[in-house]
């Protein structure tokens, strides 16, 4: 079966610093891609997706994702954080099925 | 844009009570699933559905108990709660794989934060 590990339960930066949150998953083929977002009090929101071609990937709110391979890792990226990005960050992998595995989640703390 | 409406934000019902959460999609979709989340636990999965009248278990189904009836509707019953079902609980659909822009990304509704004393 699939898992998700997102290594980081905190990650603090200061506003303007850049980000990166890890991601990384097992699984025998390449599947499906994810990070969500989940602001206080709400439901997840999409912030970009994987599925083939080009490794890199752009997503909503200037964030974006590379996907490596040989590291099986999917690392979320923002080059200078706001202190509206504070939120819980979640990482999803979905096997060539619909049904995704969750990792559980990186809360990300914003230092004005 | 997609939209998950849940039928409540916050609920407080006594243990032992039958509780109905109601989600409903407005995009055709044809999965969807039910979770709950927990402080350090991230989003474990409850149920999920394929299609109307059908449903699968998911991780953690043990006390509750689904129902689709509709396309847009998926219902999650607790059917008698106890004060570890305290929790957030979160809805979300998809569109399958094969359809225009289908890659299995979910939509979520706002979720429901559930408090049984």
């Known amino acids: 079966a699939q898992s998700v590990t997102q290594p980081d339960i905190h990650i603090t930066v200061s506003e303007g610093a850049s980000l990166e949150l890890r991601c990384n998953y097992s699984y025998g083929a390449t599947p499906y891609l994810f990070w969500y977002v989940q602001s206080p009090g709400q439901g997840l929101q999409l912030l970009l997706k994987y599925f083939s071609g080009d490794t890199l990937v752009q997503g909503i709110k200037g964030f974006e994702a590379e996907f490596k391979r040989s590291q099986s890792s999917f690392n979320l990226r923002k080059p200078s954080v706001h202190w509206s990005d504070a939120a819980e960050y979640f990482c999803a992998v979905a096997p060539g099925s619909y049904i995704p595995t969750f990792g559980r989640g990186t809360s990300l703390i914003v230092h004005p | ?117």
């Open chain 2, 1 to 117: 844009d997609v939209k998950v409406t849940q039928s409540s934000r916050y609920l407080v019902k006594r243990t032992g009570e039958k509780v109905f959460l109601e989600c409903v999609q407005d995009m055709d979709h044809e999965n969807m699933f039910w979770y709950r989340q927990d402080p350090g636990l991230g989003l474990r999965l409850i149920y999920f559905s394929y299609d109307v009248k059908m449903k699968e278990k998911g991780d953690i189904p043990e006390g509750y108990s689904v129902s689709r009836e509709k396309k847009e509707r998926f219902s999650l019953i607790l059917e008698s709660a106890s004060t570890n079902q305290t929790s957030m609980y979160l809805c979300a659909s998809s569109s399958p794989r094969g359809e225009a822009g289908g890659t299995y990304e979910q939509y979520f509704g706002p979720g429901t934060r559930l408090t049984v004393t």
